[in-house]
């Protein structure tokens, strides 16, 4: 058995960039996480307090994001990787977070990092 939190699309501003352009004011990033589970610590009741609460994933990407400037994607990847790895039962995560509006012509820029 496997057991994953995913969180998917979370949209947020941050202060993101080397250019003095992207240095002026916050731009628009997403971000998508996956956190495998101890398999073990399944909650074995319908208690909020025997899980890891996905207020808590969040909340820990959104305080990482507003906490400084950011230079490189991969420096806040990593950012949000160490604090979720940290996280009560967490086996391995999944980070990516992505620049929508970098270019005109692509999507996104993304960059991820994971342990799977």
């Known amino acids: 058995m496997q057991r ?6 979370l949209e947020c501003q941050a202060s993101i960039g080397i250019y003095d352009a992207e240095r002026a004011a916050p731009q628009r990033i997403k971000i998508d996480a ?7 610590s399944e909650p074995l009741d319908d208690h909020v307090e025997s899980t890891l609460n996905y207020d ?3 909340q820990t990407i959104l305080t990482i994001v507003a906490a400084r400037h950011y230079d490189l994607q991969e420096t806040l990847a990593r950012a949000l990787f160490d604090a979720l ?9 999944c980070v990516r977070t992505a620049k929508p509006d970098a270019y005109y012509d692509c999507e996104t820029i ?6 799977f």
Do not use: P
């Open 56 to 58: 808590n994933i969040r």
């Open 85 to 93: 790895s940290s996280l009560k039962d967490v086996q391995s995560v």
């Open 34 to 40: 996956e956190l495998r589970l101890n398999a073990a």
């Open 110 to 115: 993304a960059y991820e990092l994971n342990n």
């Open 4 to 9: 994953r939190f995913i969180l998917q699309g």
